[in-house]
């Protein structure tokens, strides 16, 4: 278990505050962490030891950006995937970038090279091979407008958000539809959603609100000198 304490000689400062945005800028829940007063005004703070030595993240399960990492993906697709024989790597490098870009991982990828955005699997044969049929089930996994659809883990991710949040189970359903008696969610488990739900747009997002924020107010002290 680690410790560690935040005092400050300003009285206005809001020490618990602070501390747990220490806390959530380091990915950690705000239920895994322990935040509390003692006597001499200080903030003490302590985190176990497991989120301190988290294992690396499996490869196969996290979004990849370099073009490194997609190589290296594509290659594990190719290689698992026996319809893909015969497509030329490159295109598939092409596609598969695209998906990647889009917060997809590569258990993603297979799982869409092998089944239907419903959960039906493709079929299977001699027929279907080659780099016809990788478009077609590429295709199936976009919208009409030809956005990219989210992936089976970012759908899961999505439920777990709107589950631990207390949700109604029938969110999304037509307005005449008979209204949900779904559970209503304590503060502490609220509060733990929306900690999940900060980190997966952090995992997935490449530039976060305070670059954007920085940005902002950098662009608007830039003065281009006059011609």
Known sequence: MAEFRISS???QVDLRRLATALAESQGWARDDVGIWDNRRGEVIVTVDDALLRRPEPDFRTRPLHTPRDVHRACEMVHAEDP????VDFASLRT????????????????????????????????????????MARL???????GDIRPSLSQE????????????????????????GLGPVA??????SAADD???????????????????????????????
Do not use: M
């Open 186 to 191: 304590s503060p502490a488990v609220a509060r």
């Open 197 to 227: 739900a900060r980190r997966l747009i952090r995992q997935n997002a490449r530039t976060t609100s305070d670059t954007l924020a920085h940005r902002d107010r950098t662009s608007s002290t830039i003065r281009r000198p006059e011609r």
């Open 139 to 145: 295709r199936a996994w976009r919208t009409p407008d």
């Open 83 to 86: 319809t893909l024989r015969g």
């Open 9 to 11: 000689e300003d009285g």
């Open 156 to 179: 899961g991710a999505q439920l777990r958000v709107i589950g631990r949040a207390g949700l109604p189970v029938d969110i999304g359903l037509p307005s005449d539809a008979a209204p």
């Open 95 to 134: 596609e598969a970038a695209r998906l990647f870009s889009a917060g997809w991982t590569t258990e993603d990828v297979l799982h869409a090279l092998g089944h239907r955005p419903d959960g039906e699997p493709w079929p299977r044969g001699p027929e279907h091979r080659g780099g016809e049929w990788l």
